[in-house]
């Protein structure tokens, strides 16, 4: 008979890029692919829980710049399809940063392929398009600034800014290699890059609409529905302040302060024991 916490765990493993079976972690053995297990990448993104969380907060940061956000909507189909997203999403990270090095190249240029084929207007007339470096690099900032900040703060772990700038050195080899360009390599320049973005987003009906898409999204299974609605939390409260006051989820003065509440500190460590 298969236990309750068997069957949390197949339902949230089934979110996972795992679910969908075409990348082999296993074989060939001794292959470390493009980093290995002294790299400082494997930790971060070995971390389920955290990267859930900070996928989360990713999501929401990247749908503020206007172009992400249109490219998005005008290419996709998000309000059926989130977990499918969320799989192949999770797939290109799994297999780019603990694959092998002939995986990792393939699902990059099928990447790069893919962002050829997705152009278009913004709502007021703006061209974009997904293999733009300047947006590429946008993507990528608000991804694996997430996933560090989500990392420090629910893995509860001391990583050295000398640690932090070689993660972002070898997460930014991966966004290099899908065509962005000027990317910032240390914790000071992913930072000042956030700050100076500031001016270039917005958010507007449709950034709300994906949003309020994510929030109301359920885990398969009602034994998992308590662990996503602790994720969502513990990813809101990852954001900049700046946006979350422009997604309109507002921090009480504890949270501004850097302190989040208890509930949402614990939010992943209470989901790594369920999950």
Request: hydrophobic share 40%; with cysteine; glycine share 8%.
């Amino acid at each position: 008979m298969t236990s309750i916490r068997g069957m949390i765990e197949a339902q949230v493993l089934g979110l996972t890029g795992m679910a969908l079976k075409e990348i082999d972690f296993e074989r060939p053995l001794g292959e470390p692919g493009l980093f290995g297990p002294r790299s400082a990448i494997w930790p971060v993104h070995g971390d389920f829980t955290s990267m859930l969380c900070g996928g989360i907060s990713a999501l929401l940061l990247q749908m503020l710049h206007p172009l992400a956000l249109a490219g998005v909507w005008d290419h996709s189909n998000f309000r059926e399809d989130i977990f499918g997203r969320l799989r192949r999403t999770s797939q290109f990270i799994s297999a780019t940063t603990f694959g092998t090095t002939d995986d990792a190249e393939r699902l990059i240029a099928k990447i790069r392929g893919i962002h050829l084929r997705v152009s278009g207007q913004d709502r007021d007339g703006t061209p974009y398009a997904a293999s733009d470096p300047a947006l590429l690099t946008w993507v990528h900032v608000a991804e694996c600034s997430s996933f560090m900040a989500s990392h420090l703060r629910y893995r509860r772990t001391v990583v050295s800014e000398a640690r932090q700038a070689q993660y972002f050195a070898e997460a930014g080899e991966i966004a290099r290699r899908l065509g962005a360009r000027d990317i910032p390599l240390t914790p000071r320049q992913v930072a000042e890059y956030l700050q100076d973005m500031r001016p270039r987003l917005r958010c507007d009906e449709r950034t709300l609409e994906v949003a309020q898409v994510l929030f109301a999204t359920r885990l398969p299974g009602r034994l998992s529905q308590p662990v996503g609605q602790l994720m969502m939390r513990a990813g809101v409260d990852l954001l900049p302040p700046w946006a979350q006051e422009m997604l309109s989820l507002r921090m009480n003065p504890l949270q501004a302060a850097g302190h989040p509440p208890g509930g949402a500190r614990h939010c992943p460590r209470a989901a790594r024991l369920g999950a």
